[in-house]
């Protein structure tokens, strides 16, 4: 007599356990998984800070300083003629990140800038749009590419008929304490060099800082950090008059800026900003008031810098305000703690 045999199966019971267990593995490993990506995304930005400072460090052994904020010219009709108001910013434009270029592994073929050129002509339109991973943090989500340069109301910007649109970064100089986008920039302003008149920190228009003019310390001193495109737009080509940056984020203490903003940041205290208390305000990376000009990050709890001796650093968001707002000067002779 033949036996009845009955196939083995998992009950209903057995299956939702087994998918229970799964899910239950899957949360778990989950934010491992998440850390370690961030890990490898931080430390290229930690890297890519690296070798912006070398390349700072190799342009300062050429030129005897360091490269400016960017360069505004006062002497050729043309410059003056194209002179913002306001600012008083010119042409030619360009800033410290393209003024690095030929210092830097991902340097561009020469020939390509014509340095007394302005950098937003039509001749260099293909060279000026571009991305370079060095000036991009991985961490940062989206807006990678290119982006329209915009003026108050938010216009683009145009040149030969056609909008001007840069190459993004995510890394800025440092330009100190106070800010001097234009309060402090008359006709003469940013030519003469004169550091405590223009701006504390090492990078400001037309500035050549030499290592010489860090009293404070190269280690102690910052000299470029990150910004976040989720903030608002930054770039490393250069500063064209009349542009304005425009905070993506709102807050009761942000608003849009002049041209400099686009390559540079500071750290406060500066006049006229107070907060509801009416202190004055220093924001370190991360801060709530979320200016266009302070440091910003996609990194959880603070922001890589890269110092004036080219080392890297990590600064937390709740560092003690005082401290930050030294390390961001270059010859207030603060004591940190």
């Known amino acids: 007599m033949a036996r009845a045999y009955r196939a083995s199966a998992f009950t209903l019971v057995e299956l939702l356990v087994v998918v229970a267990i799964v899910g239950l593995l899957m949360a778990l490993s989950l934010p491992a998984i998440t850390a370690a990506r961030e890990s490898g995304r931080r430390a290229q930005c930690v890297n890519n800070l690296r070798q912006l400072g070398v390349a700072l460090h190799n342009f300062e052994s050429a030129q005897q300083t360091f490269p400016p904020a960017y360069v505004s010219g006062h002497r050729q009709p043309y410059w003056i003629s194209h002179r913002d108001s306001l600012t008083w910013d010119a042409p030619p434009g360009w800033a410290w990140g393209a003024l690095l270029a030929p210092f830097l592994e991902e340097s561009l073929p020469d020939g390509e800038a014509k340095w007394d050129e302005p950098f937003w002509s039509a001749t260099h339109r293909a060279y000026v749009g571009r991305s370079l991973p060095v000036f991009l943090c991985p961490t940062v989500a989206g807006q990678r590419g290119p982006f329209e340069v915009v003026d108050k109301s938010e216009v683009p910007l145009r040149s030969d008929g056609r909008t001007i649109e840069l190459g993004r970064s995510h890394y800025v100089a440092s330009h100190g304490q106070e800010e001097c986008w234009a309060d402090c920039s008359g006709p003469n302003g940013g030519f003469d060099g004169d550091v405590s008149r223009i701006a504390d920190g090492p990078f400001y228009r037309n500035s050549h800082t030499a290592t010489k003019d860090v009293r404070d310390g190269l280690s102690q001193t910052i000299f470029l950090g ?51 208390l009416g202190n004055p305000i220093i924001h370190p990376p991360n801060f709530p008031t979320l200016h266009v000009g302070q440091m910003q990050s996609d990194h959880y709890g603070g922001a890589n810098v890269a110092m004036g001796d080219g080392s890297v650093r990590w600064i937390a968001e709740d560092i003690q305000l005082a401290s930050f707002a030294a390390m961001m000067s270059i010859a207030e002779k603060e004591l940190l703690p």
């Open 226 to 276: 990150e910004h976040t495109a989720r903030l608002s737009d930054k770039t490393w080509v250069g500063v064209v008059p009349g542009a304005f940056v425009h905070p993506r984020i709102e807050s009761p203490q942000n608003s849009a800026e002049t041209a400099a903003t686009l390559v540079l940041v500071h750290s406060g205290p500066a006049a006229g900003e107070r907060d509801p």
